[in-house]
Every structure is written in C-alpha cells, then in structure tokens.
C-alpha cells in the first residue's frame, strides 16, 4: 500500500496495481515517517480543535445562565468552579 497527500493534506492510499493503473499521479508520495507526522499532525489539530469546541461552549453557556439572570457566584456553584 502506497500512501499520497493532496495539497489539502487529505491522505490516500493505493495498492500497486491502482498506482499503475496512474491513481495518485497527481498526488504527493509519502514515506512512512511523512505519513506518521501527517497523521500526528491531523491528531493534533483535532485535539486543538476539541479543546476550542469545549471552551466556546462552556463560555456560551455561562453567559445564557447570565442572561437568565444568574450571578458568577452561582454560575460557579453550578459548574463547580
């Protein structure tokens, strides 16, 4: 199994006989140590991007307990802060 990334950084992998059959032609090859990089890289922004989803809805929903009329303290006591 070859391996190949788009400009995208999407990731395709092809068999022999689908590379000579010219699949990933237009694509750019990896080696094993570009394809674990690749993917720990993907892991990465994932996590990062986990991490914001989770902050911006905790901040989201502080602040509809506020326009609920809810103070810091009790929002705190609420969230266990």
């Not at 395709?12 to 990896?30: M, N, S």
């Amino acid at each position: 199994m070859k391996h190949f990334k788009n400009t995208n950084n999407e990731i395709f992998a092809y068999d022999d006989k689908q590379v000579a059959q010219g699949y990933g032609a237009d694509l750019e090859p990896l080696t094993d140590a570009d394809l674990a990089a690749l993917r720990e890289a993907q892991k990465q922004e994932r996590l990062t991007d986990a991490d914001t989803a989770r902050a911006n809805k905790k901040a989201s929903g502080k602040q509809k307990l506020k326009d609920l009329g809810l103070d810091d303290e009790e929002i705190n006591a609420l969230m266990g802060a």
